[in-house]
């Protein structure tokens, strides 16, 4: 294209004055290399950050469109070979308004804290992220550019210090090489950076070394470059963590009223971390401690009609997880559940990307998927599972993705194989496909268990969920998205199809037998100088229906954010929708003539904010219509569920939430459930903290409003308690030890409401890392 001489001249100048506004536009960033011995205290006394790149980062780029910061941040870096080191001085003309709390790790994304962003290919993927709140508390994780999904559950080792001053805050930390991947040599290597401080007051401001396009979505596309690195070596990577973990286990029929019967156990595991080159991987671990020492939080189950999800918190599985991602979940680890031994091998070589791991499990969890509900299941058996993921980056624009993942034991299989694609079509239009098949064949106990008449179809209690009774079967999915995101609108478009005998065993895919088309239009409004910052406007229109055509579900909505003052968030969404109840008849699969279409009309609401500097309050709602499932009629629904975080002092933490459902029709309560989760933190330093967590839920039935079904017991309470001290050098040289016990109430236990215990557990757990 041929400017004219006017039109040149502007371009010339734009970029100019870009230049001197921007300079890390302008080019690169330099590290230099430096050795010196750095005392993680915060004080920023050793010479050798007089050397070091400056860099200031002046630009805040939300929710203002680059303007100029309010507040001075200097950054400074440099690098020795093995380590990269950053310090931050964040100044504060009002230092006593500093919002931070001494924390365990991740936890401290809500306060004031400096840090980075890195993409060490600079290919505009993936992100490592490291933050520091000004006590030194660290915060670290993933962000994931393919899938748009940011996470912060991944936990690096490395070294941070913070400290209050008069004027502010600073921080200094250092990053192993060891603990990134990255393409090794002796030649200049340039990697994608960006510096960042969060100054949350009023609202959040977000201040970067970069100026943000807001036409773009991708932020890891628009980092700034930095150069260097000739001498960067990982060095002996090599981690081994040998664990013990010793627990007394104490259970009791309480029906019975039986006596206590004791288990003691003790188990020593080993994980081991070698990274074979810069940029591959091996995991591997024998006999883990894959339990859940932080309690998973306690979710509404009365009336839902698909299985509950639960993040994945175990470090075998979230080391590099993010190269097992893909359009659909097809790698869902918490279905893993009791392995004896498990490797994992995950790398990057030039524009392919991979990852591989395999598991054999003592146990068989199993999400048996259909088009009106799903449930959690589980075979006796042993099995292995395992995953592979495969991607080519053609350029920047455009990706090719294989995903296959196997689950096998006796008489049992699961097969899935998947092909994807990304390109990125322009700046802010993006086209996501992927092809899927499945090969399945279930063993024989799954049928006796759910089909008493010999597994026959026609009298089968789930025969839209298992619905063959011998040898494979077969089937396929795909999903195609288109997705539009620009600085004033946000247009997702999606369809997929999911056929009735496809199953994703390893994955999290609780539909089949399921095709869906939704389209969601959302149109934002920014604001400078008032009380608001922005608002979105947005509207949705999502349709259902199974593979002969049956509708399932037709949904509209509309929806309001805003985001205010107290760093306020307010969402309300208002949706008419036609949904189809459970089968009259289970024994068959069809929805029309089986089913019942309702309408429904109800809103969600949805607010955050935080008044002061140690009060975090917030609430979700849903109020209106909905289905009474077990009774096959309509009713209407109260859900409520305020939350609760205040830092007491800078040490003691509460966290309140409590969840309250209610569901009314013939103008009675059908069910009432509650759940309250009560924890209490005191961190006596950013390595180690006591906590005191409490889980109390009670469901109370009216026997006299539900007719279809037999209700066992008015009520049933269960109490959850575990008391845990941790102590963490590292995230994986750790101490825990701890208490738990569970307690329920029912009819069945005595003539009135007295909760008894029948479980409880001390254990303990030790592992170091050997480095």
Known sequence: MILPRESAKALAMLMLLCSAAFPSLAEPINIPNIKAVITFDGELNEPVWQQAKHVEVNIVNYPYENTPSPVKTDAYIFEDGSHIYFAFKAQDPNPENIQ???????????????????????????????????YGVQNDGIDNAMTSQNSDLWDGIWDAAGKVTTDGYQVEFAIPYRELNFEEGSDIKTWGIELLRLYPRDKVLRISNIPLDRDNPCWTCQMAEMQGFEQAKIGEN??????????????????ADEDWQSDNDAEVGLNLRWGITPDVMLNATINPDFSNVEADAGQLAVNKTSALFFDE????????????????????????????????VTGKLGKQTFGFFMTKDNYTSLILPGNLYSLPDDISDESYSGALRYRYDVNEDLSFGLTSTLRSADDYHNYVNAIDVKYKMSVSNTLIAQVLTSDTEYPIELYDKWCPNSGAQDECYLSSMINKNEGAFTDQAFKLEFEHSSEDWTLRTQYKAIGEDFRADLGYLPQVDYNEFTTTVNRTVYFDDTLWSEMIFGGEFQTSHNDDGDLINERSSVSYTVWG?????????????EQVGLRYDTNQTAIDNNTTLFELDYLDLFMDMQPRADLMLGFSSRIGDAIDYTNDRKGELIEFAPKLTWNITTHLELELMHVYAELEAESDFVYRENITDFRLTYAFNVNSFLRLTMVYNATDYNQNNNPDIIIDSDYHDNLSTQLLYSYKLNPQTVFFLGYSDNSIDNDFIGEKKEIKQNQRTAFLKLSYAWM
Do not use: C, M
């Not at 918190?313 to 279905?335: A, G, I, M, Q």
């Not at 003052?565 to 929708?577: G, L, M, N, R, T």
């Open 100 to 134: 931070a709390f001494i924390r365990d790790r991740d936890d401290a994304f809500s306060d004031d804290i400096v840090g980075i962003k890195l993409d060490t290919f600079n290919n505009h993927r993936l992100a490592y992220k490291f933050f520091v709140n000004p």
């Open 313 to 344: 918190k175990r470090t075998f599985f979230l080391d590099n997880s993010e190269y097992f991602s893909s359009p659909l979940n097809l790698v869902y680890t918490r279905n893993v559940t009791d392995p004896d031994y498990g490797a994992k």
């Open 238 to 255: 090599l981690l081994i963590t040998p664990s013990i973990v010793a627990k007394v286990d104490e259970e009791r029929d309480v029906y």
């Open 565 to 577: 003052p107290w760093q306020s968030i307010f969402d309300a969404v208002y949706s008419h929708e």
